[in-house]
């Protein structure tokens, strides 16, 4: 129920824009003071400035502030830019948030790769707190017991069942409610009692201990100089020859492959089939699906695909790949933590 309005040099995306949202368009750029005055900034609770532009949406960020408004936030490629950068803009423009894709993205990986066999884990609270959602499989204890007597009224665990998902259909159940093999069960609980309440659920895997990736760029970057950093192996399969000589500098116990990634022939050759976890993030959609596919016939268990697609989403869950993530959708939930409010941290 926000008042939104959207602002853009491009008169079809408008259009497209337009006849599928109830918004107002401005059809202008979005970093003229001018332009950004007549939207209304002053009395804006959230400017999000989200071009390919890093630089317009560094100065439509900062000149929506000046101007009066709420909050902003820029999303920013260029690792420069960042607070790990000599200068630190967020500061110096005075942007609430300034998102990086990549950074991003390469955390949720590197979260799912720590826990192959969760759907989804999410940390609150300077990881204090964290909700995990688990299948409920045959051998599962869970099975067949209600929620009560898995989790009773005193707490022991100090854990609450906050979503149960059937088939298509998701509830916030009560505690009669049976749990049923092929149910996905949200568990909100400290992270101390994660391992207890794992157990019921058969979810004991251990983190990954080699990971491939396929892909070289940004994303794949952090996201292999986090895994070097947790002492877990990493191969990285890139088809620009320069790119893999830069990477095999900046990274020190990596294996850095000049390679193919959808070839089966490259897989093959390095073992692709041995991994734990394997990586998709070519850049393209229709390649990463297509390594992904790759590797889950050489054997891999765990694959994480990155899509920026939404569509794609539904499509990756029925070919049988455990997790999809969206760099689009991961900014856009960073920049919902400040539409709803200065006190939402995470969400």
Excluded: W
């Excluded at 599928?20 to 002053?42: F, K, W, Y």
């Excluded at 936030?73 to 894709?101: C, F, T, W």
């Excluded at 964290?130 to 100090?158: C, H, N, T, W, Y």
């Amino acid at each position: 129920k926000h008042s939104v309005t959207m602002i853009d040099v491009d008169r079809n995306r408008l259009m497209h824009a337009e006849e599928n949202l109830d918004i107002r368009t401005i059809c202008e750029h979005g970093a003229s003071p001018q332009i950004l005055e007549m939207a209304g900034v002053a009395h804006a609770d959230l400017v999000a400035a989200v071009t390919n532009s890093d630089e317009v949406n560094l100065i439509a960020a900062g000149t929506a502030k000046q101007l009066g408004a709420v909050r902003s936030a820029a999303r920013v490629y260029n690792q420069a830019y960042h607070a790990s950068g000599k200068i630190e803009y967020q500061n110096l423009l005075d942007i609430d948030m300034i998102i990086s894709p990549q950074s991003i993205t390469a955390f949720e990986i590197a979260k799912l790769i720590e826990n192959p066999a969760a759907i989804a884990v999410e940390s609150f609270a300077q990881d204090k707190v964290q909700m995990r959602q688990m299948l409920v499989p045959e051998e599962s204890p869970a099975a067949g017991k209600r929620i009560r007597d898995l989790f009773p009224p005193d707490r022991e665990l100090e854990s609450l069942v906050v979503s149960l998902s059937r088939g298509t259909e998701m509830t916030i159940p009560g505690p009669e409610d049976l749990l049923c093999v092929g149910d996905r069960v949200t568990v909100i609980m400290p992270s101390g009692r994660a391992r207890a309440v794992r157990r019921i659920f058969r979810d004991v895997e251990e983190g990954a201990e080699s990971v491939v990736i396929a892909g070289g760029g940004t994303t794949a970057y952090m996201l292999a100089q986090t895994m070097e950093s947790r002492g877990v192996a990493v191969t990285l399969i890139e088809g620009a020859r320069e790119r893999c000589d830069a990477l095999s500098r900046l990274l020190s116990t990596t294996r850095i492959i000049h390679g193919d990634a959808t070839r089966l022939s490259v897989l093959a050759e390095e073992r692709v089939g041995d991994a734990d976890v394997f990586v998709a993030l070519c850049g393209n959609d229709e390649v990463n699906l297509m390594s992904s596919l790759q590797a889950k016939q050489m054997g891999v268990a765990h694959i994480v695909v990155a899509v920026n697609r939404a569509d794609y989403a539904p499509l990756v869950e029925r070919v049988g790949i455990n997790h999809a993530v969206s760099p689009r959708i991961l900014t856009g939930n960073s920049i919902l933590t400040l539409a709803g409010g200065s006190n939402i941290r995470s969400m």
